[in-house]
């Protein structure tokens, strides 16, 4: 319960601390500091998988429960990132006279973001999950084993053609997105880490659960993003989702977060 408890709070967190900083430190607008908070406020799968592995290496396996604690983590921040970016979006188009433009009152806002198809198939599947069992699963795992594969690799690709397009975007920002794709993880993987411990993780559960904060996603978050921030500038988010923060965490960030986590335990 206890681990549960404090990946939801990381859940909540970080998308507020990732937003603050886009939009107070870096002046990025509030659909582009909200798009930005859904990547980091979400989880990379492949970060996660080469912690556990990093942990198998020094002979301090994790948890065998972190995969549950990785999909608890997934849904909260995008959703949190997106509601306050919808809000923020509104807001500014009464302010300045849209009223046909805006989507109504703050209730119609929150409704549009926990109903919209991201949050229905996010929850819906960890809900369908639960109740197919392993049984449920070994029935439609070819898809995903195979299938599924081949539609990641087209939508990674399209996304990259769509981020491309707006690379000139990136003269003016760049340096601000070096910063914050090292010390956004910085800080987030520390938090991660240290609320891991006080929940009862060994020093390897609480560095995975560390570099899971860490994380920025690429898969999950840019289709949530495109559907309720279109106006969102997807080469922000990616560039330094992928080019940033993924390359960082995998070369110095777990390390980091383990020996962290190893001198907390100590």
Not at 12 to 35: E, H, K, Q
Not at 53 to 79: D, K, N, W
Not at 197 to 226: D, F, H, K, Q
Request: net charge neutral; aromatic share 8%.
């Amino acid at each position: 319960v206890a681990p549960a408890g404090v990946t939801l709070l990381l859940g909540c967190i970080t998308p507020l601390t990732a937003y603050a900083a886009m939009r107070y430190v870096g002046r990025f607008n509030a659909s582009d500091s909200a798009g930005m908070a859904a990547h980091y406020g979400s989880v990379s799968a492949v970060t996660f998988i080469a912690a556990q592995q990093f942990m198998v290496r020094v002979g301090a396996p994790a948890e065998g429960y972190m995969p549950t604690l990785l999909t608890l983590l997934e849904s909260p921040g995008i959703h949190i990132a997106l509601a306050i970016g919808a809000i923020q979006r509104n807001k500014q188009l009464l302010a300045t006279g849209g009223h046909a433009a805006a989507q109504g009152s703050m209730k119609e806002v929150l409704h549009e973001v926990l109903t919209g198809r991201t949050m229905i198939l996010l929850v819906g599947g960890l809900i369908v999950g639960f109740f197919m069992g392993e049984a449920g699963w070994k029935a439609v795992s070819p898809f995903f084993d195979s299938g599924f594969k081949g539609a990641l690799m087209l939508f990674l690709l399209e996304m990259g053609v769509v981020a491309g397009d707006r690379l000139g975007d990136l003269k003016k920002v760049g340096p601000f997105l070096l910063g914050f794709g090292i010390l956004m993880p910085l800080a987030h993987g520390a938090l991660g880490v240290v609320l891991g411990e006080w929940a009862g993780l060994s020093p390897s559960g609480a560095a995975v659960l560390g570099t899971m904060a860490a994380s920025a996603s690429y898969i999950a978050a840019p289709p949530a993003v495109r559907l309720t921030l279109p106006e969102a500038n997807p080469t922000y988010s990616l560039t330094a989702a992928l080019a940033i923060t993924f390359p960082f965490n995998i070369l110095a960030g777990i390390p980091i977060f383990y020996a962290l986590a190893q001198r907390l335990a100590a």
